[in-house]
């Protein structure tokens, strides 16, 4: 059973920037794509982005397309979700996940949470005013 583990999550101002980091223990790794998602306190779990197997291609939810990023390296076995002019909505418990499938998985595929098999514990990501 592959183990995520987030970090770098904390206490943000409104407009700063955070990096979160999502390494795995998984020996295959750079066979899978990786999608951050969060959640708020009383919503749904939220996609919020996803990176495929070998990086080429990154797909965002459009409240979070301009200002996050994700980023991977293989060689590290760690994915990043690069966050910029944060939002107070942005605040959020912040999980990464592996897809179920290896390589290539579709777009639409990427945004939904039963796409993807294991998660991290997640990490608090708060924005303050």
Known sequence: QVQLVESG????QAGGSVRLSCTSSGRTF???AM???RQAPGKEREFVGYISWNGGSTYYADSVKGRFTISRDNAKNTV???MNSLKLEDTAVYSCARS???FVIATMTATRPQS???????TQV???S
Do not use: A, I, K
Request: hydrophobic share 30%.
């Open 9 to 12: 999550g904390g206490l943000v």
């Open 30 to 32: 750079s066979n899978y």
């Open 35 to 37: 999608g951050w998602f």
């Open 80 to 82: 990043y979700l690069q």
């Open 100 to 102: 179920r499938s290896m």
């Open 116 to 122: 993807y098999d294991s998660w991290g514990q997640g």
């Open 126 to 128: 708060t924005v303050s």
